[in-house]
């Protein structure tokens, strides 16, 4: 599938640290009609982009109470190795999570390695993609000294309601040359707008084959991406996301 192409393009890099570095990233939305459609949407996602081996995704929720659904609902995935970040969590479990997740960003640039034929093999734990979920208040704090986790795929499953929160969950999450999906429900496709608009980034609607998502044109116009909206209650895609 030509996902490998987008994957394997370029190995993880620095986050992105300067508004520029925001316009080169690939932001995405998928939209459905009602909100208990999003988790069967994002299992369907990351049942394509979750078996790439080695993948570090992070998913950013705005409540506990959604971190916790969301984990519960992915645990059980076999090619998924999965962390949690949450308030009350102790430092040093955090910090596990943190640094077992940056290894994975690593591994992630060796299999890429792989596929560019210097022979090193991956063991099958390392086949797993490594996902981590988190809420706003754990992020990682750039300005105390903290590193970037420089995720390949960042999933906004509740989309922020503010740019500064959505700009802070780029520069503390995403590799320089990563891709954003923000998932929707209905009405806050208004939300999504007034983010782009207010920002100057360009979220154009995700391509009904994933695998079509490194081609897209990131220098289109905002008017031509509004215009690739799709019709949720004649699509299929309104209940589900199908690659």
């Not at 943190?98 to 890429?112: C, D, G, N, P, Y």
């Amino acid at each position: 599938m030509a996902i490998d192409a987008i994957e394997a393009s370029s190995p993880p890099c620095q986050s992105p640290s300067n508004f520029s570095s925001f316009n080169q990233l690939r932001h995405f939305y998928v939209a459905v009609d009602r909100p208990h459609f999003k988790m069967e949407t994002l299992i369907d996602l990351l049942g394509v982009a979750g078996r790439r081996p080695c993948l570090p995704i992070v998913v950013c929720c705005n409540s506990r109470d959604e971190l916790d659904a969301l984990c519960s609902a992915v645990s059980d995935l076999p090619y998924i190795s999965l962390s949690c970040l949450f308030s009350d969590q102790a430092e040093a479990e955090r910090g596990l999570f943190l640094e077992k997740f940056r290894e994975a960003t690593m591994k992630w640039s060796q299999h890429v390695a792989v596929e560019t034929g210097d022979g090193h093999e991956i063991d099958k734990e390392e086949q797993k993609s490594c996902m981590i979920v988190v809420t706003d208040a754990c992020l990682p704090l750039l300005a105390s000294g903290e590193s970037s986790m420089s995720a390949r795929f960042l999933i906004n499953y509740e989309l922020p309601t503010k740019k500064e929160t959505y700009m802070r969950r780029l520069t503390s999450c995403l590799a320089a040359d990563g891709i954003v999906i923000n998932m929707v429900v209905g009405g806050e496709v208004v939300t999504l707008k007034s983010l782009e608009e207010s920002s100057g980034l360009i979220i154009a609607e995700m391509p009904i084959n994933f695998s079509d998502v490194g081609k897209t044109d990131i220098t289109t116009s905002l008017q031509e991406a509004r215009r690739r909206m799709f019709d949720w209650a004649e699509s299929p895609l309104n209940k589900c996301f199908y690659f």
